[in-house]
């Protein structure tokens, strides 16, 4: 069954093993009924045939949606969407793009790729992915006000601020404001944007603590490496979930972005950053390089070997072996249940 979802509606299409579509496309509101909708639906059609239900992948929109299907007992996969779109290339009509398209596009992608990610519940990752999505929206807002105060300051004030998510650079502006003449209403909105930070800043540390809390008994062995700390496990965590997902580190290293794409013409072998991949992960391992660049011996021999413009690659491919490892052990050591078709099917 493949899914295309969306905010306010799914559209679900059903293929056979052969490809061919077997029922009418069915749109559902993606409300409290959707999964009895669904099931009813699927029930009319399959006739207690065993059905895996492929759901291309924006899993914020389809979250709830592959929890209630995997609770309900069904096989659930995820469906990237540049395999959606070539296979919608591939079978549809020239041009031809629609919701029905994109589900009978997605069905047909998990047909041919047996190897796709299945969907698990892990209640302890669900709710850290929530706290790493907050402390992300919060930081842009920040990152966007402070750029603003910095550009008021230097039109009006002749000023520029420094480390405004620390205390020292807020208490120094705070200071410069008091004891600078400027116009009543630029003063008002230097002020409130200034507060807006000092929020901003509070709320901030505040998820950290709790994501600090919440990341050290899942992930011991992953912030003892270099470069990562406890923000950066959470976002690995968050993004990743069960790590045994991903069999080798190669597979890891293909999602995250940090695997070589190989380019072969006339018999001359070479290979060129892959720009795709998980990019909220791959600047996770970006940062991770710069830092263990900074203090970590063997990092520094390691980029000392290679050419400049390609070490730091070679870098991050080697913390993705590195990383593999830590999350393998930490996953061991977990003792949490974690919901997944084989235990409720």
Not at 151 to 172: C, F, I, K, N, Q
Not at 232 to 261: H, M, N, Q, W
Request: with cysteine; aromatic share 4%.
């Amino acid at each position: 069954m493949g899914i295309d979802p969306h905010k306010h509606v799914h559209v679900a299409v059903a293929v056979d093993a052969d490809g061919r579509r077997i029922s009418r496309p069915l749109t559902v509101k993606n409300d409290a009924a959707l999964i009895g909708v669904l099931l009813k639906w699927i029930r009319s059609i399959a006739d207690g045939t065993p059905v895996t239900w492929a759901i291309e992948d924006g899993r914020g929109f389809a979250r709830h949606l592959a929890d209630g299907l995997l609770l309900a007992g069904h096989e659930v996969v995820w469906v990237p969407t540049r395999l959606m779109a070539a296979h919608r290339k591939l079978h549809a009509a020239t041009g031809s793009k629609s919701d029905p398209v994109d589900a009978a596009a997605v069905a047909h992608a998990a047909i041919a790729t047996p190897g796709l990610d299945r969907h698990r519940i892990d209640e302890r990752v669900r709710e850290l992915r929530v706290l790493v999505d907050l402390r992300a929206d919060l930081v842009r807002r920040r990152t966007m006000v402070i750029n603003q105060v910095k550009a008021y300051t230097h039109l009006w004030l002749d000023h520029t601020p420094g480390d405004l998510t620390r205390g020292p650079g807020m208490t120094s502006l705070t200071t410069l404001l008091e004891n600078t003449e400027t116009s009543p209403h630029v003063r008002r909105v230097l002020v409130e944007m200034v507060t807006e930070i000092a929020e901003l800043n509070k709320r901030v540390r505040g998820l950290e603590a709790t994501i600090r809390e919440l990341v050290t008994p899942l992930a011991t062995a992953l912030m003892e490496i270099t470069g990562i700390s406890h923000v950066s496990a959470a976002v690995l965590l968050a993004e990743i979930g069960d790590i045994t997902r991903f069999t080798s580190s190669a597979k890891l290293a293909r999602y995250t972005g940090c695997a070589p794409i190989p380019v072969y013409s006339s018999d001359k072998e070479r290979h060129r950053l892959h720009r795709g991949g998980n990019r909220r992960l791959n600047s996770v391992l970006y940062t991770a390089a710069i830092v263990q660049q900074r203090f970590h011996p063997g990092a520094r021999e390691l980029l000392a070997r290679h050419e400049p413009t390609g070490a730091r690659r070679v870098l991050k491919r080697h913390l993705i072996d590195v990383i593999h490892r830590a999350m393998i052990r930490d996953r061991a050591s977990w003792q949490h249940h974690i919901t997944q078709h084989e235990l409720v099917a």
